[in-house]
């Protein structure tokens, strides 16, 4: 039986937020985190936007610096 993943938190709409507020496509976004040395793919970006994959810190501390926002932003209003 496959075991559906319970997302913890939905940030993803918080990041996807963020993102538009800094007017940055998702490929934008990933070429200044691969630039970073974090690796990651559209695929993969587009899952934790969409809370279908959750996020590493290495990568919440990335999108924070280059949303020039604090990591605990992507908590607000969190149910």
């Known amino acids: 039986m496959m075991q559906k993943i319970r997302m913890d938190m939905s940030i993803g709409s918080n990041i996807q937020k963020m993102r538009y507020q800094c007017k940055l496509t998702q490929?934008?976004?990933?070429?200044?985190?691969?630039?970073?040395?974090?690796?990651?793919?559209?695929?993969?970006?587009?899952?934790?936007?969409?809370?279908?994959?959750?996020?590493?810190?290495?990568?919440?501390?990335?999108?924070?610096?280059?949303f020039h926002c604090e990591v605990g932003d992507f908590f607000k209003d969190l149910k």
């Open 27 to 66: 490929d934008q976004v990933i070429a200044k985190m691969n630039l970073m040395d974090i690796p990651i793919s559209k695929s993969s970006y587009a899952k934790i936007e969409t809370n279908r994959m959750n996020i590493k810190v290495s990568e919440l501390v990335a999108l924070a610096e280059i």
